[in-house]
């Protein structure tokens, strides 16, 4: 079992910036990626950006690349999201989630444990 703890969400004017953290604890493997998805109402869950944990390896949606980065923190086995520029189309709950692929794919089916996610909008 793994637990995974969002935060940082909140209210952004924009062209702001907001740093997401997942800190995860329970049963983690060296061997998995973990990523970032997004849902807003009335859309379906999005892949928004992963990280593999061993390697560093990511991945991210077209939409975000140059504006958010993802990075992660071996020791304190947190993987954060680094979100700048916003827009208001960046609207959404955003969750965390860990595969037992070692590398971050796209697909929100492939990802086991989520966390409760965290929201974060922007106002135009």
């Known amino acids: 079992q793994v637990q995974l703890v969002e935060s940082g969400g909140g209210l952004v004017q924009a062209g702001g910036s907001l740093r997401l953290s997942c800190a995860a604890s329970?049963?983690?493997?060296?061997?998995?990626?973990m990523g970032w998805f997004r849902q807003a109402p009335g859309k379906e869950r999005e892949f928004v950006s992963g990280?593999?944990?061993?390697?560093?390896?990511?991945n991210s949606a077209d939409s975000v690349k140059g504006r958010f980065t993802i990075s992660r923190d071996n020791a304190q086995n947190t993987v954060y999201l680094q979100m700048n520029s916003l827009m208001p189309e960046d609207t959404a709950v955003y969750f965390c989630?860990?595969?037992?692929?070692?590398?971050?794919?796209?697909?929100?089916?492939?990802?086991?444990?989520w966390g409760q996610g965290t929201q974060v909008t922007v106002s135009s």
């Open positions: 989630a860990v595969t037992s692929s070692s590398f971050p794919i796209t697909t929100a089916a492939a990802y086991r444990y």
């Open positions: 329970g049963r983690t493997s060296s061997n998995y990626a």
């Open positions: 990280i593999s944990w061993s390697l560093g390896l990511t």
